[in-house]
């Protein structure tokens, strides 16, 4: 019985993610259109943030309450992991061309930084225990903050060059709608989301101990998926709509947020450093992460004009890295 309102619990979150989800891309790309900034920023920025706030809320969640850490740090590494999958199955659906080659080469400046950041990850999953703490943070907590706030700068500044292209190619889409009309059904979608990622942590856990799969699996594979919900919906959404920045700047920019989010882990789990206290098990999903963003580089660089089958070669090799990172995780349990 306690399994079964186990999994209802999470197929009820999952329901409400689903749902609202689905209508945040489109009042994304309304307040992009109204406030006259970029796509690729509402993506990285507005976007990304609220599609990343289950990881947030989650992560918080995970290391005071449920006093999950594997939890928390298996769903932000797991979720970057998936939003570049969610890469490749946009590819499936956007028939005209390889996704990689419809967005611009300023995408490359966001995955650079997740890159950067997912090595400080990978450095401090190393380390473990011999990282000398801030108070009870790790160092690293520091460098991600930094980085974060140091790349949306550039970030901001790249894209404003950008600003007055951007106007003129999007300036009367969605002329009979209204900016607060958007913005106040944006924060009601948003506000759902975030309640129902508040309940993920402990069905997580429970779901860990019913299966005995443990925490790290449950973490980086069925909680990630969870949480990253918002950025499939969202992002199949606005390819749908046809706001393709908009859709792979929120998996770029979701994912430099997501380390982001794993530093205010670490400043609310006051044992000690957050890294220091997970399975060392954690590298292999970070450098699935550093790996699949690789190739999305490379994609959008070589830009190429065709599909040979019904997804790109960048597209495939994001989901051959994919599951070998579920095997790999699955054959340590």
Request: glycine share 8%; net charge neutral.
């Amino acid at each position: 019985m306690i399994e079964i309102l186990y999994w209802f619990a999470f197929f009820l979150c999952t329901g409400i993610i689903t749902f609202c989800g689905s209508r945040l891309s489109k009042y994304g790309d309304i307040i992009a259109e109204k406030t006259g900034l970029s796509a690729t920023w509402i993506g990285i920025i507005l976007m990304a943030t609220v599609t990343s706030l289950p990881e947030l809320i989650t992560g918080i969640s995970s290391v005071t309450y449920a006093e999950a850490p594997d939890i928390a740090v298996g769903d932000i590494l797991g979720s970057c992991i998936f939003n570049m999958l969610i890469l490749s199955l946009i590819d499936i659906q956007y028939r005209p061309a390889p996704i990689t080659s419809m967005a611009h080469h300023g995408h490359i400046l966001s995955a650079g930084l997740c890159l950067l950041l997912l090595t400080v990850v990978s450095l401090g999953l190393f380390l473990g225990e011999r990282i000398y703490p801030f108070g009870w943070i790790g160092p690293y907590t520091l460098i991600f903050i930094f980085l974060y706030l140091v790349g949306m700068k550039l970030i901001y500044v790249y894209e404003k060059k950008r600003l007055s292209k951007y106007i003129k190619e999007r300036a009367i889409k969605y002329e009979d709608i209204y900016t607060k009309k958007a913005v106040f059904k944006y924060v009601l979608n948003a506000t759902f989301v975030i309640v129902a990622a508040i309940l993920l942590p402990e069905i997580g856990k429970g779901i860990a101990e019913i299966t005995g799969l443990g925490q790290t699996f449950v973490g980086n594979i069925l909680i990630a998926f969870t949480t990253s919900l918002p950025e499939v919906v969202v992002t199949f959404s606005a390819v749908k709509i046809g706001a393709i920045e908009l859709a792979i700047g929120n998996l770029f920019g979701s994912n430099l947020f997501n380390i982001f989010v794993l530093g205010i882990d670490d400043i609310f789990y006051f044992k000690g450093p957050l890294l220091s206290y997970v399975n060392k098990s954690h590298i292999v999903s970070a450098l699935s992460a550093m790996a699949m963003i690789s190739i999305a580089i490379i994609g959008i660089t070589y830009r190429a004009e065709r599909k040979k089958l019904f997804l790109a070669w960048d597209s495939l090799g994001l989901i051959l890295v994919y599951l070998i990172n579920v095997m790999l995780l699955y054959s340590l349990y």
